[in-house]
């Protein structure tokens, strides 16, 4: 960025603040720039939004409140109209339309609202709301709820593979990303069609370049995994379990030089729909930097970040402030 004063290119600062919100005091990574001929600093809305995440995941967490994309799914998985959610809950009638857009539900709603994920606590919201729903539109909400219930209770194989892949809960430890095999098996396969030869080495540094840059822009990484500085760079936990969850993505055995590795190849596209606007773009971003780099080159390009080079030794989960810090993206 450049400065206003004098057009010559500033410096980027990042520095750990505190920031109240609802009377607490919560600490982020803050970034500016400095013009260091006037000794300003000058934020842009993305980094002050950055900023501002930061701070109300921490409080999302802390009280139990769901995320948005968490209270985007409840009313998408039952059908009904933004209006007519408030309605049933008994909220502003605009107040779930405002969640959705990001405003941070106050601590009774939030946990009313993470209550509700439950279908069987939705279905005795609907009822108790009856009179307020017409005939027709009481039933179909009824009914869709009860095939969700049925479908749920045959599910359980999804629960045990989800508690395998994702080490922690939605939090500090994995940049408060969304959890969803779905979505992280369509980041996989967005990386395996924009890259070339993605072996286990180069889609783990993938991954981890992807999070890092996402939570240093949004305050918030996209796969939900958690990482380890282990001896060969930054991989996600459990990583050797991610790669062989997924059908739709097969591993093949290979011979390259006098290496043996596997490469991973996707049998479907990408369902680009799962995806955000913002996550695409940060996808686009890792994958041109690393696109024709070899395994070897990226965890050699890896292993000088300070997210490496600062937990290699304990071989602890790497801290997400470490995404200030990064160097090659």
């Known amino acids: ?194 890259c070339k030869e993605v072996f286990y080495t180069k889609m783990n540094k993938i991954l981890f370049y992807v999070d890092f840059a996402a939570y240093r822009e949004s305050g918030m990484t996209i796969t939900g995994l958690s990482y380890k500085a282990l001896d060969y760079g930054p991989v996600p936990e459990h990583w050797d379990r991610i790669y062989s969850q997924f059908d739709e993505i097969i591993q093949v055995p290979r011979i390259v030089g006098e290496r043996e590795g596997t490469e991973l190849q996707a049998k479907v596209k990408t369902d680009r729909a799962k995806l955000t606007n913002f996550e695409k773009e940060i996808l686009d971003k890792v994958c041109a930097r690393f696109a024709t780099v070899s395994s070897a080159e990226i965890s050699r390009i890896s292993h000088e970040e300070e997210a490496w080079l600062q937990c290699k030794a304990t071989q602890d989960t790497i801290p997400l402030e470490y995404a200030f810090l990064l160097k090659a993206i």
């Open 1 to 194: 960025m450049k400065s206003p004063f004098t057009g010559n290119e500033m410096k980027k600062v990042c520095e750990k603040r505190t920031w109240k919100f609802r009377g607490e005091q919560y600490e982020y990574m803050h970034t500016a720039w400095l013009c260091e001929d006037s000794g300003e600093l000058f934020t842009t809305d993305e980094t002050d939004d950055a900023g501002y995440a930061q701070v109300t995941n921490q409080y999302r967490v802390r009280y139990g409140i769901p995320f948005t994309d968490e209270i985007l799914a409840v009313r998408d998985k039952y059908g009904v109209p933004a209006a007519k959610m408030s309605q049933i809950l008994g909220i502003g009638i605009n107040q779930w339309r405002l969640y959705e857009n990001g405003e941070v539900p106050s601590v009774s709603n939030g946990r009313m609202i993470r209550s509700i994920m439950n279908p069987e606590t939705f279905l005795n919201y609907v009822h108790s709301s009856k009179n307020l729903l017409g005939d027709n539109e009481y039933r179909r909400i009824t009914a869709r709820i009860e095939d969700i219930m049925k479908s749920e209770a045959k599910n359980e194989w999804s629960l045990y593979a989800h508690s395998r892949i994702f080490s922690y809960e939605r939090g500090r430890e994995n940049g408060y990303g969304r959890q969803s095999l779905d979505h992280l098996k369509n980041i996989l396969l967005y990386i395996i069609e924009n």
